[in-house]
Every structure is written in structure tokens, then in C-alpha cells.
């Protein structure tokens, strides 16, 4: 799971939230998946990782007010790469 609390976003504006995940590394995909409490206008834009042992969540204010979102619990699924393979 990852925690996050968004900041306070105006309208058609985005935060990148950082989170702590040991042994993600950069080879590695990231999939996110949204907490059911986030608030209707905020929107989990994209889920990457940012350096070894960190995913960054991009959180987007979709609506056309000022949102403050509250602290919530998304979930992330790592998939991890052997280095060296190739097709």
C-alpha cells in the first residue's frame, strides 16, 4: 500500500507525492491503483520510480475548483525485471 495526503490543489494542477517502497528499482514497472476515498475531481495521473527504494504518485486536480485532499491509502503492484534479459 501507499500512503498519501495531497496538498491543496487549484484547479488543472498536479503534485508529485513520494513514497518509501523497499527494493523497487529503477528497471521496475509500477502499477497504481486509486484509494476508493480519494476525492471526486483528484485523479492518480501516473505511478513511477523515481530512484531505488521510491515511487512517485503525480495526484491531478481535474475539477474546476480548489480541491484539499485528505489523507487516503492507494495500492501499488511492483513488477520486477531481470537486468539482462532482452527478447
Keep these: 500500500s501507499i500512503s ?44 513511477y520510480v523515481s530512484a531505488a527504494n521510491t515511487v512517485t504518485v503525480t495526484v491531478a486536480n481535474i475539477s474546476a475548483s480548489t480541491i484539499d485532499g485528505a489523507a487516503c491509502t492507494g495500492y501499488v503492484t511492483i513488477q520486477k525485471f531481470a537486468s539482462g534479459v532482452t527478447d
Design 4 to 47: 498519501i495526503n495531497p496538498t491543496s490543489l487549484t484547479t488543472l494542477t498536479e503534485v508529485d507525492i513520494t513514497a518509501t517502497i523497499t527494493g523497487v528499482g529503477a528497471s521496475d514497472l509500477v502499477v497504481a491503483f486509486a484509494p476508493n476515498d480519494l476525492e471526486a475531481g483528484l485523479s492518480w495521473k501516473q505511478a
